[in-house]
């Protein structure tokens, strides 16, 4: 099933219920389609997660260059909880080096 499969599903479900307002559907349903176009799923960002958080420890350019990871951190709850954890770990190893 495909994402527009998907949220046709949604609005017809919602329009049936008639429980959340319009807008709030409105804005998930931007939110579901913001996170398809730019093409970055969860397991993109795992796959990615290690070498983001090196070069914000390092570098700290980690947003530059992959701004689409730094996109998905800050819209999925998920992903930015693994992203903190290994931060801290990172940051910690860091310190221990130095
Ligand atoms: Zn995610």
Do not use: W
Not at 17 to 24: F, K, R, T, V, W
Not at 81 to 89: C, H, P, R, T, V
Request: hydrophobic share 35%; glycine share 2%.
């Amino acid at each position: 099933m495909n994402i527009r499969a998907i949220i046709q599903k949604i609005k017809k479900s919602f329009h049936q219920e008639e429980e959340l307002p319009n807008e709030a559907v409105l804005g998930f349903l931007q939110v579901l389609e913001h996170v398809q176009e730019e093409g970055c799923s969860c397991d993109e960002v795992f796959h990615k997660i290690d070498e983001y958080v090196e070069r914000e420890v390092d570098q700290k350019d980690a947003e530059d260059l992959m701004p689409l990871i730094r996109e998905h951190l800050d819209l999925c709850p998920d992903c930015c909880e693994e992203y903190e954890a290994l931060l801290d770990i990172l940051e910690k190893t860091s310190k221990d080096k130095k």
